[in-house]
């Protein structure tokens, strides 16, 4: 049976980087909702997707997914894969739609096994002027573990072409630091109280529409204060007042929406709100800090907190192209391995397998920042474990053209959860060092190695990185 699966998967990785050496022609943003019946009565899960894909052809397009637990009792369950599939029309705007989706996905106890998960999918789409719906059937499989679901998916798309078409366009990403204060009627996953407070490291992006009003979303991991594993991931919509004339200082207001759990935090089904109200100070053009205050609450659990919140902002220039800036990101799509993982007990784990996704901005010729996150799918009930780093890094030119190969290394630090592995609040830094090499002016194949470190906890793992690298072409 595993090497059925194996096969599935090297096909389907095989088929995306084939079609991925082309140009895309054009990029969709889409949000899908699904719910998962479970095993032994348990309550259904119902999931988020977000999905980000990229069209290679009039028929066939590839990209990434994430999904979050949004209803049911598994508040925590988060998942990443890849995603292909071809689309046909049938009649004038109607189109039929079909792919595979492959990745790793669990938390809040589901069960997961190792996480990895197996997705076919077929659906009908229609598309508007400027966005489409669809309706899906999909069958979503965990090989070792105990879920096998078929049901009916709901969604909506957006060519991300419809966000760049105003002259107000711009973008910013963030480092976001935050201190959660829970009430006092909070409790854990066990039904104990449990209100002590805790600090969380991630990353937050924002578009603008207009010149004062824009969308954006984060993502955070806890690295202090309580139990590994807790994440939190919110979209929403903001508005910036400016109240000077030298436009410096502005209101910030923002209302968002997501999922949250894990780290035996009582979130229900994972729904989460959260207002916020800050001021942020731009000390120059393209950097800024924002200080806000917010307050999270859990539709169907017992959390809710209040929030202090530091962003330091980077506003990328908005006199440049929307295909200029484009050009200066990159994907890696990553298989990783934790060589024999020490885990809470003191004992060290077989290798874990995780699907990694890392986001890199050029912000020289040589020098790039760095975001990533990776999901486990292989192990030792390994189902849900996740991590989060934000980094820099540095890289060499091609030694030459006949041996087009470029060394790089980085410095990250964040945060990780899950599979019981020895890493305490789950803070982790870790140095790597690897190797690019590039297969055409799109596509390199990346080998690396790095050591993953807890700051606290006794976890201390050599990690390896086989995978390939996508510019934007």
């Known amino acids: 049976m595993k090497r059925i699966f194996s096969l599935v998967l090297s096909i389907f990785i095989a088929m995306t980087f084939f079609f991925c050496s082309a140009q895309a022609k054009e990029n969709e943003l889409g949000l899908t909702y699904e719910q998962y019946q479970l095993p032994n009565g348990l309550l259904p899960l119902g999931v988020l997707g977000i999905h980000f894909l990229m069209h290679f052809s009039a028929h066939f397009y590839a990209g990434l997914v994430g999904y979050e637990a949004v209803s049911g009792n598994r508040g925590g369950y988060f998942g990443l894969g890849v995603d292909a599939g071809l689309q046909y029309p049938l009649y004038q705007s109607l189109w039929t739609d079909a792919g595979l989706r492959v990745g790793g996905a669990g938390g809040q106890n589901s069960p997961v096994g190792g996480g990895l998960f197996l997705q076919p999918y077929i659906g009908l789409k229609y598309c508007f002027p400027l966005f489409a719906a669809e309706v899906t059937y999909s069958y979503i499989d965990f090989p070792s573990g105990q879920i096998s679901s078929d049901q009916i998916g709901l969604g909506f ?101 997501g999922s949250a759990g894990g780290g035996a935090v009582d979130t229900g089904g994972g729904l989460m709100i959260e207002p916020s109200v800050g001021l942020e100070y731009r000390f120059i053009r393209t950097m800024g800090v924002e200080c806000n205050v917010s307050y ?74 760095t975001g990533q996150t990776a999901f486990a799918y292989s192990g030792r009930k390994t189902g849900g474990d996740f991590s989060g780093m934000l980094g820099i890094g540095v890289e060499s030119s091609v030694v030459s053209s006949h041996f087009p190969v470029s060394i790089f290394s980085e410095i990250l630090v964040g945060t990780a959860g899950g599979a019981g592995l020895d890493i305490s609040s789950g803070a982790l830094y870790e140095p790597v060092i690897g190797l690019n090499e590039a297969i055409n002016a799109v596509v390199a194949l990346q080998v690396s190695a790095g050591r993953l470190i807890a700051v606290r906890g006794h976890f201390n793992s050599t990690t390896i990185n086989v995978g390939l690298t996508f510019l934007w072409a």
Not at 178 to 198: H, L, V, W
Not at 309 to 326: E, G, H, I, V
Not at 328 to 346: C, D, H, M
């Open 157 to 257: 798309s957006f060519p991300l072409q419809t966000f760049s078409q105003h002259k107000h366009e711009k973008n910013y990403m963030a480092i976001l630091v935050r201190n959660s204060f829970p009430e006092s009627t909070t409790k854990d996953t066990a039904g104990k109280k449990d209100a002590a407070q805790f600090q969380s490291l991630g990353i937050e992006g924002g578009h603008f529409f207009t010149k004062t009003l824009f969308a954006f979303g984060n993502f955070v991991g806890a690295l202090h204060g309580r139990l590994n594993g807790y994440a939190q991931s919110i979209l929403g919509i903001g508005y910036a007042y400016p109240f000077t004339t030298s436009k410096k200082f502005s209101l910030i207001g923002k209302m968002g929406a």
């Open 296 to 369: 999270v609450n859990a539709i169907n659990g017992s959390f809710s907190a209040k929030e202090a919140n530091l962003l330091l902002k980077y506003y990328f220039d908005k006199n440049q192209s929307t295909d200029r800036f484009l050009k200066q990101w990159r994907i890696r799509i990553l298989n990783q391995t934790y060589l024999n993982p020490r885990v809470n007990s003191g004992e060290n784990n077989p290798n874990m397998q995780l699907l990694g996704i890392d986001i890199d901005y050029l912000i020289k010729k040589h020098y790039y920042a």
